[in-house]
């Protein structure tokens, strides 16, 4: 069982007639659901806020509908807003569908006298309780629906929680922590941007992170690399996608080495202080780690302490990425963020330029399975 | 002014116990708002499903909080399911953002005795009574939230509400009745989807259709065609277009007629028959008319009215075009709907072959501005 959540909205010119909620919106609600409602209660919150709940008699599984009145005195034009939200268990109305909750806007909309309802709104039912959710986020934060036709792999690590789900629009998709990490139809957005069509051949490389496998493979099928390390802390990512993403990893996680790479299950902080160390150098690195993260507020002081963690991680990264670097002609690639959080880009923009006194290339691209444009970085150390 | 909804849920292993609601649940919502909350009503629905309003004191706008029990022992492992909904006028929390919620969420979770909570989830806050609201869905119904950063045209034609605003991850995005038509983004994916590949050099081509001028100005900048006839019977569309739009339609809309196309306002339909009766014949006829309606139930006879009439204008359009193509060579271009709507595809797909007795090619495109996979045709009509 789930619970499923119709929210309806009315913008009103004038306020509500007890009258017109009695008579005709409640009938309205009785006709189209075809069940018997009574009024479970009645509040008067302050001046014209008011809730009201109503509900059907004689079921075992109860359908609420509470409607709340909205005093909206501060705009001329709208002098309330009129909230519904319909809630009933998914044992009713299983077929209830989109197009049936804009024909119930329709109907709820002629309750009103003419030119009483300046503008209506109906939401897609919204099915709460899921043991699998697919309502994800952008990096703004706007919700975005997927469809998932299958969950192939659900488990959690020490470090995120896992899932690879089948969907139609994206293929398969790994998500780390509810965020899409990648599908399998973004191969050319997401990892071809990440690549910066610079030449890989004869080279040194090391990937930090990118436990999906996608840019291992891209660069192994399509270059002569002289060697390419990829180190990432998550085991049990590299296992779910070599079970179940095997078209983004190749056959490269089946064996964990080979002739010209290694996959490598450790902390890449701690190896990159190694090498550096040894005073190893590579032509390119990869920062496939984690995003930026978004600011909660504009003041850039106001950071909380996981996004606090975070740009500690980011800036570790860079810092030991940047001594890791051949001088003068090395490169360290990375994903941002979305476009839609230009604070975020700019924090790192000035990481970039400001603390390691470097210059940058950036590219935007759309990845269909963020369903936003993403922001790509190819950082280059100054010439001093 | 509009309203924010916060929707939260929990899956439960064991029924909610009233003590955790008065003392932790209420509590934490205190200490995270910083309000103070009394009870507004308190109902017993049936069995185990109960009904909890609170709300702040002394305050002119409201702040509500809905908790309903859901009683689950139809499964085994989850005894109810509890909701939450949170809701307030922007006037209040203005700075709420989704991080917040998350937050709010995992606060709430630790109310529950260990073991208690199976799963917990929050959604973004939802925005209600917005004069343009930005929450879209996709052809299956899921929802989608956009990210409106300007509202640049907004009229009702006779036909249809007609919107141009502009985004960040698509451009300036067209919308006819709350669907999205097309985004300045979007131009390879969708418009060069409907073409096919072909070649148009020296071609007739009828455009049914097309509003946005998309098409029209693709065939024109890169081929050269004997001629080309758009016609779409939606004036304002085009005046809307090509004065926001102007990087999708060209200058095409400038004039509304060149050495090698015209631009015509009026019925598609009238113009065929006519067309047919002088024995006209074209090597290309493109369908940019409506998408094909999603059957509301698995049961093709209880199609609604605005289905069928629908489904009675696609049929024409395909009867009429089939009538005025080059016999043998000439070609239906359509785009369909959404790869997430099969039973739509395979109606369509279905009136081809059986009553018209066509073959078609079909094709899959990922439209960005549409967040989802859609479906394009290429139909011949039989060699016979």
Chains 1, 2 share one sequence.
């Not at 599984?61 to 268990?89: A, C, G, H, V």
């Not at 998932?148 to 994206?170: C, N, P």
């Not at 493979?217 to 179940?244: Q, S």
Request: hydrophobic share 35%; charged share 25%; proline share 3%.
């Amino acid at each position: 069982m789930t619970v499923k959540t119709i929210l309806l909205d009315f913008r009103l010119k004038k306020n509500l007639d007890q009258d017109v909620l009695d008579n005709k919106i409640i009938s309205t609600f009785e006709e189209y659901f075809k069940i018997s409602l009574f009024r479970v209660s009645h509040n008067i919150l302050n001046n014209f806020s008011q809730i009201w709940i109503y509900s059907d008699k004689d079921s075992n599984s109860p359908f609420i509908i509470s409607i709340k009145s909205w005093d909206n005195t501060q705009e001329k034009e709208i002098s309330s807003i009129l909230t519904m939200n319909i809630e009933y268990s998914s044992k009713r109305f299983t077929e209830l569908l989109t197009c049936d909750v804009i024909e119930l806007e329709k109907r709820l909309t002629e309750c009103f006298p003419q030119g009483f309802c300046d503008k209506a709104k109906s939401f897609p039912v919204i099915e709460r309780g899921l043991e699998f959710s697919d309502y994800l986020t952008t990096s703004d934060n706007r919700i975005v629906q997927y469809n998932y036709e299958r969950v192939l792999f659900s488990q959690s690590s020490i470090y995120q929680d896992i899932m690879i789900v089948d969907t139609i629009d994206h293929g398969r998709m790994l998500l780390l922590d509810d965020l899409v990490n990648l599908a399998e139809n973004d191969t050319s957005f997401y990892t071809q941007s990440l690549m910066f069509g610079n030449d890989f051949d004869g080279k040194d490389i090391l990937i930090l992170g990118g436990g999906d496998g996608g840019l291992l493979k891209e660069i192994l099928d399509n270059y002569k690399p002289a060697f390419v390390t990829m180190i990432d802390i998550d085991e049990l990512v590299i296992k779910a996608v070599k079970e179940h993403m095997p078209s983004v990893c190749g056959e490269y996680f089946n064996d964990m080495q080979g002739s010209n790479y290694e996959v490598i299950i450790g902390d890449a902080f701690q190896y990159m202080e190694e090498r550096i160390k040894e005073r190893k150098t590579y032509d390119f690195i990869f920062g496939d780690l984690t995003d930026t993260p978004v600011p909660s507020s504009s003041n850039m002081n106001e950071i909380g302490i996981d996004d606090k963690f975070k740009w500690d991680l980011i800036c570790s990264a860079l810092s030991k990425s940047i001594r890791l670097l051949k001088p003068a002609e090395g490169k360290y690639l990375t994903h941002c963020n979305g476009k839609s959080v230009p604070l975020a880009l700019k924090t790192f923009e000035n990481l970039v330029t400001q603390k390691f006194n470097c210059s940058y290339e950036r590219k935007e691209t759309f990845v269909p399975s963020f369903m936003e444009i993403w922001v790509f970085y190819e950082v280059s150390p100054s010439a001093s």
